[in-house]
């Protein structure tokens, strides 16, 4: 390759870049809320929570739950710094009590007695599905922190994007989840409720964290 050649590369790849750099933010913006969000993470504790549901009842679900998380999103990332400054409620009070939530939900799911994954078939949507596991204190967070840095209408495609990405992996899950049989998505079901439970716990242990460090900058301050 002579020099020629590498010129003419460098300056196709300076035309991409300039194409693309309107898209910047967008890409910027979307990308922190996809791994908050963690759909394809959630997928797991999807088939452990809709286990036993009927079709009809976890399409619903996933309906519910994507309504749900978007509306939480928009209203924090529009009145979050509003609402958290006017109740003095912080992040880190939102990891502690989605925590307990959680952890209440999953040592449910981990007793014996399989009549109690469709008690209430219809109420996954909203929670756990919709808040904290889809939008939860990661997600808020992370909407707070970029919002000021690549603007509200870029935040907004963003989670709509996120959104969409995670209906369609929740709608189609059923071809995920068949290619374990009825025995391996038990199984998995059974892992899942577990790593609910550990999930629980990391968010009540970083939001206890968080606490800790704020006093003690507080208490070093002084």
């Known amino acids: 390759m002579d020099i020629i050649e590498v010129a003419m590369i460098d300056n196709i790849i300076i035309k991409i870049l300039g194409i693309l750099s309107p898209l910047a933010p967008y890409i910027k913006s979307f990308i922190p809320i996809f791994v908050a969000v963690n759909a394809i993470g959630t997928l797991a504790l999807y088939s452990s929570l809709t286990e036993g549901m009927a079709y009809g009842a976890r399409k619903k679900a996933v309906n519910n739950s994507i309504i749900a998380a978007t509306v939480i999103a928009f209203l924090f990332m529009v009145f979050g710094k509003l ?46 599905l919709g808040t904290p596991l889809i939008t939860g204190p990661a997600v808020l967070a992370t909407i707070l922190a970029i919002t000021p840095i690549y603007g509200y209408f870029a935040t ?56 800790i460090n704020i006093s003690l900058m507080i208490s070093t301050k002084k």
Do not use: C
Not at 165 to 184: R, T, V
């Open 156 to 211: 907004t495609v963003s989670i709509i994007l996120n959104m969409a990405i995670s209906w369609i992996i929740f709608f189609y899950a059923d071809f995920f989840l068949n290619l374990f049989g009825k025995q391996g998505t038990r199984a998995l079901a059974k892992v899942s409720d577990m790593f609910l439970a550990a999930i629980a716990v990391m968010l009540i242990r970083s939001g206890i964290i968080d606490i």
């Open 83 to 128: 609402m958290l400054a006017m109740t003095g409620v912080q992040i880190f009070d939102f990891r502690i009590a989605g925590g307990i939530l959680l952890l209440i939900l999953s040592v449910n799911l981990l007793l014996p007695g399989e009549e109690k994954r469709m008690q209430h078939p219809t109420d996954i949507g909203v929670f756990p």
